[in-house]
């Protein structure tokens, strides 16, 4: 079993509407959890960092930490086409290395 | 402008060459590292480096080596040992003081074996 786990999607939706992405993870050590957009070809690009559990907004985004089910999620409000990309959830503890998601792949349509 | 700089971004080898990928940050990081990417998996780790002069094996350094002379660089050298080495690799860093967690990325260089 992976440490994180992450629906890859297709996740198709209309543009406007909220984007939710989730990922799951067995060790509870983890305490930094990360999100990054990655377009085709290029560097994945860090949208959202938080240390523990809590919520953390920025604009359009929100990310959402509960340890307690070991779950994590962001959310993206009033979607647009050019947030059509791959999303991957990243977290770690303090040892400095870092376990990925697999991504999920987001379609906004207009 | 503060950033990680990877060359080259597209990169064909032959069978049985070596090649090394830059990567060079202006960003006064400490720990620096190396991810593989290929289509539908994560991000794999080859090596990652926490100070200069010293580095670990991540969880696939077969076939790869890489060295920390200078804080601002870590480059990756793929060998002939590795026997797949078509992929996107990705170079990565973060500060290490005050336990700051955020993970910044470059640009990629896509390595492909003719």
């Known amino acids: 079993q992976k440490e994180v786990e992450q629906d890859p999607g297709p996740l198709s939706v209309p543009e406007g509407a909220i984007v939710s992405l989730n990922c799951t993870y067995s060790?509870?050590?983890?305490?930094?959890f990360m999100w990054y957009r990655q377009y085709s070809r290029k560097g994945p690009e860090l949208l959202m960092y938080t240390y523990s559990s809590g919520n953390k907004e920025d604009g359009r985004f929100t990310a959402q930490v509960d340890k307690s089910s070991k779950y994590i999620s962001l959310f993206i409000r009033d979607s647009q086409p050019s947030d059509s990309a791959t999303y991957l959830c990243?977290?770690?503890?303090?040892?400095?290395?870092?376990?990925f998601g697999a991504g999920t792949q987001v379609v906004v349509t207009p | 402008d503060g950033g990680i700089t990877q060359s080259p971004k597209y990169l064909f080898r032959k069978e049985g060459q070596n090649v090394t990928l830059s990567c060079e940050q202006n960003l006064n990081h400490d720990a620096m590292y190396w991810y593989r990417q290929d289509p539908g998996q994560g991000l794999r780790l080859i090596y990652y480096s926490q100070i200069v002069n010293d580095f670990q094996k991540g969880d696939i350094a077969e076939g790869y080596s890489v060295s920390r002379e200078k804080k601002e660089s870590f480059p990756l050298t793929v060998t002939s040992a590795q026997k797949n080495p078509t992929a996107f690799y990705l170079c990565?860093?973060?500060?290490?003081?005050?336990?700051?967690?955020?993970?910044?990325f470059g640009e990629g260089s896509r390595l492909t074996v003719l």
């Open positions: 990243a977290m770690s503890g303090s040892w400095g290395k870092f376990q």
């Open positions: 990565a860093s973060r500060r290490t003081t005050l336990n700051t967690g955020e993970l910044f």
């Open positions: 060790n509870s050590a983890f305490q930094y």
